[in-house]
Protein backbone atom coordinates (compact mmCIF):
# COMPACT_ATOMS: atom_id res chain seq x y z
CA UNK A 1 0.00 0.00 0.00
CA UNK A 2 0.88 3.50 -0.50
CA UNK A 3 0.21 7.22 1.34
CA UNK A 4 -1.08 6.96 4.23
CA UNK A 5 -3.97 4.35 5.16
CA UNK A 6 -6.74 4.54 7.81
CA UNK A 7 -8.68 2.01 9.31
CA UNK A 8 -11.66 0.99 10.04
CA UNK A 9 -12.85 3.47 7.30
CA UNK A 10 -16.86 3.23 9.03
CA UNK A 11 -17.32 3.46 13.05
CA UNK A 12 -20.49 2.81 14.88
CA UNK A 13 -20.31 3.09 18.43
CA UNK A 14 -21.90 3.09 21.96
CA UNK A 15 -21.49 5.79 24.48
CA UNK A 16 -20.15 3.14 26.66
CA UNK A 17 -17.90 1.43 24.14
CA UNK A 18 -14.06 1.19 23.37
CA UNK A 19 -12.89 1.20 20.35
CA UNK A 20 -9.20 2.06 18.06
CA UNK A 21 -8.59 3.85 15.30
CA UNK A 22 -5.55 3.35 12.71
CA UNK A 23 -3.34 5.43 10.76
CA UNK A 24 -0.21 3.81 8.67
CA UNK A 25 1.78 6.08 6.82
CA UNK A 26 4.18 4.35 4.28
CA UNK A 27 5.56 7.57 3.10
CA UNK A 28 8.88 7.33 5.25
CA UNK A 29 7.46 10.80 7.48
CA UNK A 30 8.33 11.69 10.88
CA UNK A 31 5.25 13.56 11.93
CA UNK A 32 1.77 12.53 12.01
CA UNK A 33 -1.70 14.35 13.31
CA UNK A 34 -5.20 13.14 14.04
CA UNK A 35 -7.66 15.82 13.10
CA UNK A 36 -11.47 16.40 13.71
CA UNK A 37 -13.82 17.25 11.00
CA UNK A 38 -17.58 18.23 11.83
CA UNK A 39 -19.96 19.97 9.70
CA UNK A 40 -19.07 23.41 9.22
CA UNK A 41 -16.56 23.81 11.33
CA UNK A 42 -13.00 23.94 10.05
CA UNK A 43 -10.36 21.15 10.85
CA UNK A 44 -9.20 20.94 14.24
CA UNK A 45 -5.98 19.49 14.92
CA UNK A 46 -6.35 16.85 17.74
CA UNK A 47 -3.21 15.37 18.13
CA UNK A 48 0.68 16.05 16.77
CA UNK A 49 3.60 13.38 17.26
CA UNK A 50 6.73 14.12 15.85
CA UNK A 51 9.55 10.86 15.86
CA UNK A 52 7.07 9.47 17.93
CA UNK A 53 6.87 12.07 20.16
CA UNK A 54 3.55 13.81 21.05
CA UNK A 55 4.33 17.47 20.64
CA UNK A 56 0.75 19.08 20.86
CA UNK A 57 -2.31 18.56 22.41
CA UNK A 58 -5.27 20.82 21.64
CA UNK A 59 -7.15 20.85 24.81
CA UNK A 60 -8.42 16.91 23.62
CA UNK A 61 -11.21 15.11 25.80
CA UNK A 62 -9.24 12.73 27.57
CA UNK A 63 -11.92 10.32 26.09
CA UNK A 64 -9.57 10.51 23.46
CA UNK A 65 -6.12 8.73 23.49
CA UNK A 66 -3.45 8.50 20.91
CA UNK A 67 -0.56 5.83 20.85
CA UNK A 68 2.04 6.15 18.53
CA UNK A 69 4.16 3.03 18.66
CA UNK A 70 6.97 4.18 16.09
CA UNK A 71 6.97 6.88 13.50
CA UNK A 72 4.72 5.07 10.72
CA UNK A 73 2.21 3.98 13.19
CA UNK A 74 -0.58 5.89 14.85
CA UNK A 75 -3.61 5.41 17.02
CA UNK A 76 -6.67 7.20 18.30
CA UNK A 77 -8.24 5.36 21.45
CA UNK A 78 -11.85 6.17 22.27
CA UNK A 79 -13.46 5.49 25.27
CA UNK A 80 -16.69 7.19 26.89
CA UNK A 81 -17.57 9.04 24.03
CA UNK A 82 -20.78 11.56 23.32
CA UNK A 83 -22.59 12.05 20.54
CA UNK A 84 -21.30 15.21 19.42
CA UNK A 85 -17.81 13.14 18.87
CA UNK A 86 -19.32 11.84 15.96
CA UNK A 87 -17.28 13.15 12.81
CA UNK A 88 -14.83 12.58 10.64
CA UNK A 89 -11.54 11.26 11.79
CA UNK A 90 -8.40 12.68 9.67
CA UNK A 91 -4.90 11.04 10.33
CA UNK A 92 -1.92 13.12 8.20
CA UNK A 93 1.33 12.29 7.76
CA UNK A 94 4.56 14.71 6.94
CA UNK A 95 8.50 14.96 6.27
CA UNK A 96 8.41 17.23 9.19
CA UNK A 97 6.31 19.65 11.62
CA UNK A 98 6.52 22.64 8.71
CA UNK A 99 6.35 20.40 5.63
CA UNK A 100 3.36 19.41 3.68
CA UNK A 101 0.90 17.05 5.17
CA UNK A 102 -0.71 14.79 3.50
CA UNK A 103 -4.26 12.65 4.65
CA UNK A 104 -5.91 9.18 5.06
CA UNK A 105 -9.27 8.46 3.89
CA UNK A 106 -10.65 9.44 7.51
CA UNK A 107 -12.78 7.37 9.25
CA UNK A 108 -16.21 8.35 10.04
CA UNK A 109 -17.41 7.90 13.24
CA UNK A 110 -20.91 7.76 14.68
CA UNK A 111 -21.11 8.03 18.35
CA UNK A 112 -25.14 6.65 19.30
CA UNK B 1 -6.65 33.01 18.47
CA UNK B 2 -4.72 32.59 14.49
CA UNK B 3 -7.65 32.57 12.16
CA UNK B 4 -7.79 31.67 8.33
CA UNK B 5 -10.94 32.97 6.95
CA UNK B 6 -12.35 32.12 3.60
CA UNK B 7 -15.89 32.41 2.18
CA UNK B 8 -17.86 29.18 2.92
CA UNK B 9 -19.85 29.97 -0.55
CA UNK B 10 -21.11 28.17 -2.48
CA UNK B 11 -19.36 29.61 -5.65
CA UNK B 12 -21.03 28.84 -8.94
CA UNK B 13 -19.46 29.32 -12.32
CA UNK B 14 -20.11 27.77 -15.70
CA UNK B 15 -17.74 25.48 -17.27
CA UNK B 16 -14.52 27.19 -18.95
CA UNK B 17 -14.78 30.07 -16.44
CA UNK B 18 -12.27 31.16 -13.97
CA UNK B 19 -12.82 30.31 -10.38
CA UNK B 20 -11.34 32.66 -8.05
CA UNK B 21 -11.19 31.72 -4.31
CA UNK B 22 -9.80 33.62 -1.29
CA UNK B 23 -8.22 33.33 1.99
CA UNK B 24 -6.93 35.51 4.30
CA UNK B 25 -5.37 34.39 7.82
CA UNK B 26 -4.06 36.51 10.77
CA UNK B 27 -1.04 35.19 12.00
CA UNK B 28 1.46 37.93 10.45
CA UNK B 29 4.39 35.46 10.53
CA UNK B 30 2.60 32.49 8.91
CA UNK B 31 5.20 31.15 5.84
CA UNK B 32 3.76 28.82 4.83
CA UNK B 33 0.23 28.10 3.07
CA UNK B 34 -1.66 25.25 1.12
CA UNK B 35 -4.61 24.88 -0.90
CA UNK B 36 -6.62 21.65 -0.30
CA UNK B 37 -9.52 19.98 -2.48
CA UNK B 38 -12.31 18.57 -0.92
CA UNK B 39 -14.93 15.75 -2.42
CA UNK B 40 -17.91 15.46 -0.69
CA UNK B 41 -17.01 12.23 2.00
CA UNK B 42 -13.56 12.47 0.87
CA UNK B 43 -10.44 13.28 2.17
CA UNK B 44 -8.43 16.57 1.48
CA UNK B 45 -5.69 15.96 -0.71
CA UNK B 46 -3.27 19.15 -1.45
CA UNK B 47 -3.24 21.33 -4.45
CA UNK B 48 -0.90 23.86 -4.30
CA UNK B 49 1.46 25.41 -1.48
CA UNK B 50 2.92 28.45 -1.81
CA UNK B 51 5.78 30.33 0.43
CA UNK B 52 6.72 33.53 -1.26
CA UNK B 53 4.73 36.71 -2.30
CA UNK B 54 3.43 36.39 -6.09
CA UNK B 55 2.10 33.97 -7.99
CA UNK B 56 2.29 30.25 -8.59
CA UNK B 57 1.24 28.17 -11.74
CA UNK B 58 0.33 24.29 -11.70
CA UNK B 59 -1.42 23.52 -14.79
CA UNK B 60 -5.01 25.19 -14.75
CA UNK B 61 -4.00 26.03 -11.05
CA UNK B 62 -2.41 29.78 -9.99
CA UNK B 63 -2.20 30.47 -6.46
CA UNK B 64 -1.56 34.04 -5.26
CA UNK B 65 0.14 35.40 -1.73
CA UNK B 66 0.22 39.20 -0.69
CA UNK B 67 2.00 38.92 3.00
CA UNK B 68 1.52 42.83 3.51
CA UNK B 69 -2.40 42.06 3.10
CA UNK B 70 -2.84 38.49 4.71
CA UNK B 71 -4.32 37.47 1.75
CA UNK B 72 -4.08 33.84 -0.20
CA UNK B 73 -5.78 33.33 -3.62
CA UNK B 74 -6.38 30.25 -5.85
CA UNK B 75 -7.33 30.80 -9.16
CA UNK B 76 -8.63 27.64 -11.11
CA UNK B 77 -8.64 28.75 -15.00
CA UNK B 78 -11.18 26.77 -17.94
CA UNK B 79 -12.91 24.77 -14.64
CA UNK B 80 -14.30 21.55 -15.10
CA UNK B 81 -17.51 19.91 -13.18
CA UNK B 82 -14.53 17.95 -11.67
CA UNK B 83 -13.12 21.09 -9.85
CA UNK B 84 -16.60 21.01 -8.03
CA UNK B 85 -16.08 20.38 -4.44
CA UNK B 86 -14.89 22.29 -1.21
CA UNK B 87 -11.75 23.59 -0.96
CA UNK B 88 -9.55 24.07 2.04
CA UNK B 89 -7.26 27.24 3.02
CA UNK B 90 -4.58 26.72 5.28
CA UNK B 91 -1.81 28.47 7.20
CA UNK B 92 1.29 27.52 8.75
CA UNK B 93 1.65 29.45 12.01
CA UNK B 94 5.16 30.11 13.49
CA UNK B 95 4.20 31.62 16.13
CA UNK B 96 1.62 28.22 16.55
CA UNK B 97 3.71 26.06 15.39
CA UNK B 98 0.95 23.93 13.46
CA UNK B 99 -1.39 24.40 10.61
CA UNK B 100 -4.80 26.55 10.85
CA UNK B 101 -7.08 25.63 8.45
CA UNK B 102 -9.98 27.57 7.04
CA UNK B 103 -13.44 26.25 6.57
CA UNK B 104 -13.57 26.20 2.82
CA UNK B 105 -15.45 27.28 -0.03
CA UNK B 106 -17.69 24.90 -1.73
CA UNK B 107 -17.35 25.69 -5.77
CA UNK B 108 -20.02 24.04 -8.39
CA UNK B 109 -19.06 23.87 -11.66
CA UNK B 110 -21.95 24.78 -13.83
CA UNK B 111 -21.94 22.42 -17.20
Known amino acids: ETGVTQTPRHLVMGMTNKKSLKCEQHLGHNAMYWYKQSAKKPLELMFVYNFKEQTENNSVPSRFSPECPNSSHLFLHLHTLQPEDSALYLC???????????FGPGTRLLVL | QKEVEQNSGPLSVPEGAIASLNCTYS??????FFWYRQYSGKSPELIMS????GDKEDGRFTAQLNKASQYVSLLIRDSQPSDSATYLC???????????FGKGTKLSVIP
Open chain 2, 27 to 32: DRVSQS
Open chain 1, 92 to 102: ASSVDREETQY
Open chain 2, 90 to 100: AAWGAGSYQLT
Open chain 2, 50 to 53: IYSN
